[in-house]
């Protein structure tokens, strides 16, 4: 019996949520990921606005609204086969993009929660030189930190590779129910060893909101990435 393509590759043929100018007239792009429960619209909500004219927005939706199915902290095992086919589904994106003439260094990639944390992922594994890399409320994902850490793990984070000076934003909640600040840490680290240049920003009892002082942020790496 055939396994159906959603149970191998659940976000392979989903809908994307593209805004802004078509891509043959865009000078730059951000692909900004959702978070679990979310939708693509609701991302585009967020970014838009803080979006230049001339910037093409790419939002793609997971299949039943979420990327994986267990915490990012969980065995990458078990956010199997969601995970890998996220992470496809990004390398997808950059594919077409690099096709209409948008190269890596014209890019931003970024994502909330869930989507930060895939976002993440996926640059650590194919590290080069970003327009920016945006984590908001989110971390590398799988059970490990680093080799000296416990408790025991599935994964090193010994990614390697050089992101060239990519500017990489991290915001976060200090306390962040679903996002510990060891995980936010961690990621920073990872990034700075691969050789981004890292803005990591936790914020005092914040909850898993995303700030002003956040878009601003985002706001100014999306202007420079477009300028």
């Known amino acids: 019996m055939t396994t159906p393509t959603h149970d191998r590759d659940p976000h392979g043929t989903t809908d994307t949520v593209q805004v802004g100018p078509p891509l043959d007239d865009a000078t730059a792009a951000v692909v900004f990921i959702h978070g679990r429960g979310a939708t693509a619209a609701s991302i585009v909500q967020l970014v838009e606005p803080l979006a230049p004219e001339g910037m093409a927005l790419i939002a793609p939706q997971a299949h039943r609204r979420t990327w994986y199915p ?7 095992q078990s956010n199997e086969p969601g ?4 992470l496809r589904r990004i ?37 080069t030189r970003y327009g920016a890399l945006i984590g908001l409320s989110g971390g590398l994902i799988g059970t490990g930190e680093k080799p000296d850490h416990e408790p ?26 679903h ?12 990034f700075a060893e691969l ?32 300028a």
């Open 83 to 86: 995970l890998s086919s996220g």
């Open 179 to 190: 996002i510990p600040k060891s995980r936010v840490d961690a990621t920073a680290h990872v």
């Open 152 to 177: 025991p793990h599935d994964k090193t984070f010994d990614y390697t590779g050089d992101m060239q000076g990519t500017p990489v934003f991290l915001g976060c909640s200090d306390r962040d129910p």
């Open 195 to 226: 050789n981004g240049a890292v803005d990591k920003r936790l914020y005092e009892s914040m909850g898993h909101i995303v700030n002003n002082d956040e878009r601003e942020a985002v706001r100014d790496l999306l202007q420079a990435v477009a």
């Open 91 to 127: 390398g997808s994106i950059l594919d077409t993009l690099r096709a209409h003439d948008i190269p890596a260094e014209r890019v931003v990639l970024g994502g909330f929660s869930q989507g930060a944390c895939l976002s993440t992922e996926y640059t650590a594994r194919h590290p």
């Open 70 to 76: 267990q915490s990012f902290l969980a065995p990458l």
